[in-house]
């Protein structure tokens, strides 16, 4: 159920006698347009993480018209392209340095990793800022030993030069020896070619999990 400041649509509707929540996004989007595209844009983040990617253009507006929004495919692909949300393709698991491929996914090595000491094991992710009228973008690489965060990023787009900027920090901050495990989820911005042909440069091992769990499966813990 989506909430403004602390109401629901539905409590609002009823308050300024709105009669349907079709009617107050339509109200809404014409009374104050950044506050609406604000909003949408928050419920298809949230729409695509609950399903970890999987959910297309297609199933992302049938949702959000379930719900009683005004949205047609065309706005809905348009918000999903610039934020990065297209859903990838489910495949099996391969291992390949064929960086060509955008939709490489890397087997999850971080599970086996003994910690020992820095720079054997990284782990990257990428969240999202609410502000008033935007969303920013925080990319940060963590040293899964020390626990702490060797290269981060922060901007208003999801597109890959916001999780490269923050990769080259971190290689600038550590210069690590060859063979640094890195591990993601299995997201765009992970599986680009600009972003895996970085890692292959610095002799960095890529490794993926679940597309919205860099966790997942992994002993990030220091022995």
């Known amino acids: 159920m989506s909430r403004q400041g602390g109401l629901s649509v539905e409590r609002m509707c009823h308050l300024a006698q709105v009669i349907s929540r079709a009617g107050f996004y339509r109200s809404l ?3 104050a347009p950044q506050e609406e595209e604000t909003e949408l844009r928050g419920r298809i983040q949230e729409i695509v993480l609950e399903h970890r990617r999987r959910y297309g253009i297609r199933r ?10 005004v949205v047609n ?13 297209l859903a990838l393709r489910q495949r099996r698991f391969v291992v390949t340095t064929d960086s060509d491929h955008e939709h ?41 030993y020390s626990r702490k965060i ?17 990769l080259l920090k971190a290689i600038g901050e550590r210069d690590p020896p060859p063979g640094v495990i890195h591990h993601s989820d299995r ?9 895996v042909d970085v890692l292959h440069a610095h ?6 999990s679940r597309a919205g769990c860099p966790y997942d ?3 990030v813990r220091a022995s």
């Open 187 to 195: 997201g765009i911005q992970y599986a680009s070619p600009d972003y």
């Open 203 to 208: 002799g960095l091992i890529p490794s993926m």
């Open 217 to 219: 499966n992994a002993d």
């Open 60 to 69: 992302v507006a049938e949702q959000l018209r379930a719900e009683g929004r």
């Open 29 to 31: 989007r014409k009374q």
């Open 73 to 85: 495919r065309k706005r809905v692909a348009r918000i999903m392209r610039e934020d990065n949300l």
């Open 104 to 144: 490489t996914v890397y087997f999850n090595l971080a599970g086996r990793v003994q910690l020992t000491g820095i720079n054997q094991l990284w782990v990257a992710d990428i969240t999202y800022i609410r502000l008033q009228g935007e969303f920013v973008y925080l990319a940060v690489i963590l040293d899964a």
């Open 150 to 166: 060797i290269g981060w990023e922060l901007d208003r787009s999801l597109q890959t030069r916001l999780s490269v900027t923050a």
